[in-house]
């Protein structure tokens, strides 16, 4: 779940979930997400575990203008990566990004952790893909070995351009690289 909040504390609970949810995700991170993170912005949640015992998650916040700023730094890099007819998504997403009118945007991983049969891996996969993005290596040979996993997208390189293998329907594909409507709907459902 990606939401906004006027605090850096990661409190979903308090969150109006009409007016702070931008998207949500299902059971993986959305490719075009990762690029508003870096490692210094994983933080430890305690939750709730089935059977009331607790554990430590990782979750994602980051000041909402550097999140804006990293995006934008960050277009030309997913640009190479991503066929041509799914480019002009970035666009969208990036104009959902630019009109968040709070102080820090969150990613709350608690569903994608859980089902993680290793919750130490997932935290070393979770690094090493923002890793890869922020510091502007996401290609893909990166991308297959690094970061395919945690997005749920897989990617070949083609003749012209890359290809995407999986997942095959466009709703499912904009999905993995946007994210999808929560409540309200996003406008790159539409494209």
Known sequence: MLWKSDSEISVYDNCDEEKDIIAGSEYAIPLFWLGLFTEEDIRTDRIEMAGGS??????????????????????????????????????????????????????????????????????????????????????????????????????????????ILSPKKKEEIISVLCGFSWIKEVIWEKA
């Open 54 to 163: 607790f554990a430590e998650c990782p979750n994602l916040v980051v000041a909402a203008k550097l999140a804006k700023e990293r995006a934008v730094a960050g277009k030309n890099e997913f640009m190479l990566l991503l066929p041509e007819n799914y480019r002009n998504l970035y666009d969208l997403w990036l104009k959902t990004i630019n009109e968040i009118d709070v102080g820090y945007i969150h990613m709350e991983m608690s569903e994608i952790w859980e089902i993680s049969n290793d919750s130490e891996l997932f935290l070393s996969e979770l690094k090493t893909a923002l890793n890869t993005i922020s510091n502007k290596k996401l290609d893909i040979l990166n991308f297959k070995k690094y970061i395919n996993n945690i997005t749920g997208l897989e990617i070949e390189k083609g003749n012209n351009e890359n290809i």
